[in-house]
């Protein structure tokens, strides 16, 4: 079965740094999203991405958080200047449809981001 | 406000045991979607289920069945003969149909381990 890959599986960065956390979702899927989670805590939803432009985003999503496809197949999350309350497993997601419609959100393995 | 509660934190069974999830939800929608994930210990998250608020017919896939009842707002998830590979965090998630397609609202998990 296609699968979402995330890459790296584990990043560590210093605070204040720039990190970004990439995705490489279903090929033939149009609808992108990102999700955290922090540690012993629910998955929360951060911002969906549709046609080349965020769809929608949650109060955590602010201008520290930026997200882009740079081509036809990455679809990536950047911190601009982490914060140590930025810790947390990453899930980018990915949906043929508009996700609670008609499909199913398929969710990558997750980037664990460990900032210090 | 939508809101999704799993009042169990952890669970633990032997094999071969029954076990029951519970979850709870909030939404002032008429329409609405509620899903459940799998978290197993490698991290991802793996779809298991997705239900409209139309269709409060029970559902049975293998070992699992799922229990809608609007009357108390309550989506259950039930694992038959649990098996050691049943271990794993377990997601009950909420979303409405409108402008928060892809959005879910995720409970904090239900920790289940079965023992073998």
């Known amino acids: 079965e296609p699968e979402v890959t995330q890459t790296p599986s584990h990043q560590v960065t210093q605070m204040g740094q720039e990190v970004i956390l990439r995705c490489v979702p279903i090929s033939n899927h149009l609808y992108f999203y990102w999700y955290r989670q922090i540690l012993g805590q629910k998955v929360e939803f951060l911002v969906s991405f549709y046609n080349n432009e965020i769809s929608e985003k949650s109060e955590i999503f602010d201008d520290q958080f930026s997200v882009e496809r740079p081509d036809g197949s990455n679809f990536t999350l950047k911190i601009r200047s982490t914060k140590l309350e930025d810790s947390a497993m990453y899930f980018c997601?990915?949906?043929?449809?508009?996700?609670?419609?008609?499909?199913?959100?398929?969710f990558g393995s997750g980037t664990q981001l460990s900032v210090l | 406000a939508q809101k999704v509660t799993q009042a169990q934190t952890e669970i633990s069974v032997v094999e071969k045991e029954d076990v029951t999830l519970d979850c709870v939800y909030e939404?002032?929608?008429?329409?609405?979607?509620l899903f459940w994930y799998k978290q197993p210990p490698s991290g991802e998250l793996v779809f298991l289920i997705r239900?409209?608020?139309?269709?409060?017919q029970n559902e049975i896939s293998g070992r699992y069945s799922w229990n809608f009842q609007k009357s108390t707002s309550s989506f259950n998830f039930t694992i038959t003969a649990s098996q050691v590979v049943d271990s794993a965090v377990y997601f009950c998630a909420l979303s409405n149909y409108g402008g928060s397609q892809g959005n879910l609202i995720f409970g904090k998990g239900t920790k289940l381990s079965v023992k073998p």
């Open positions: 939404t002032r929608d008429t329409t609405y979607y």
């Open positions: 239900r409209n608020s139309f269709d409060e």
């Open positions: 997601a990915s949906s043929k449809l508009q996700g609670s419609t008609n499909e199913k959100l398929f």
